[in-house]
T-cell receptor, first 112, second 112 residues
Framework: AQSVTQLDSQVPVFEEAPVELRCNYS??????LFWYVQYPNQGLQLLLKYLSGSTLVKGINGFEAEFNKSQTSFHLRKPSVHISDTAEYFC??????????FGAGTRLFVKA | ETGVTQSPTHLIKTRGQQVTLRCSSQ?????VSWYQQALGQGPQFIFQ???????GRGNFPPRFSGLQFPNYSSELNVNALELDDSALYLC???????????FGPGTRLTVT
């Protein structure tokens, strides 16, 4: 069975500082990996995805993530955050079947 | 291109009642997945419909049921509502199993 662990429930950071949101997964088979963002009272929006190929994946809004198979991690990074990045971020894993497993989420709070 | 839409936006029901939530998939998508997102948690997979047939199910009791129509829109029905059913219910459509999912804004269900 697959599982996803987001290591930080909340991450406070000052505007224009870099940020890393950590995600570890477990699976006995190959996986697809995703990061979604959820703004208050809205659905989920896909930030980026790893299906295969280059382990460094670039997404929207200046975010990127690196797939590390040996450490079973898929951490999300942004070199300089903005106030508007304040939101809930979810890491998710999919084996290409019907079920996507989400982590519990990390709340990113950007302070002025 | 119209995105995924859900109705209603908010709903308040009493314990023991039944509820139907609706989802219109994105144009060209034949697969719909439903998720339950309790407050402060990540989305939990309920089930998926592919071309009008249930294609997979998460760990939810039979009182959670669904339908997919020929136009690929979908309904989620919950019978005998319990207080713990209070959550944001998210619908996601895709062009097939294992493909990228596009989420709707969700329906906020409150059970009193």
């Amino acid at each position: 069975a697959q599982s996803v662990t987001q290591l930080d429930s909340q991450v406070p950071v000052f505007e224009e500082a870099p940020v890393e949101l950590r995600c570890n997964y477990s699976s006995s088979v190959s996986v697809y990996l995703f990061w979604y963002v959820q703004y208050p009272n809205q659905g989920l929006q896909l930030l980026l995805k790893y299906l295969s190929g280059s382990t460094l994946v670039k997404g929207i809004n200046g975010f990127e993530a690196e797939f590390n198979k040996s450490q079973t991690s898929f951490h999300l990074r942004k070199p300089s955050v903005h106030i508007s990045d304040t939101a809930e971020y979810f890491c998710a894993v999919d084996t290409g079947g019907f079920k996507t497993i989400f982590g519990a989420g990390t709340r990113l709070f950007v302070k002025a | 291109e119209t995105g995924v839409t859900q109705s209603p936006t908010h709903l308040i029901k009493t314990r023991g009642q039944q509820v139907t939530l609706r989802c219109s998939s994105q144009s060209g998508h034949n697969t719909v997945s439903w998720y339950q997102q309790a407050l402060g948690q990540g989305p939990q997979f309920i089930f998926q419909y592919y071309r009008e047939e249930e294609n997979g199910r998460g760990n939810f009791p039979p009182r959670f049921s669904g339908l997919q129509f020929p136009n690929y829109s979908s309904e989620l029905n919950v019978n005998a509502l319990e207080l713990d059913d209070s959550a944001l219910y998210l619908c996601a459509s895709s062009s097939g199993t294992g493909y990228e999912q596009y989420f709707g804004p969700g329906t906020r269900l409150t059970v009193t």
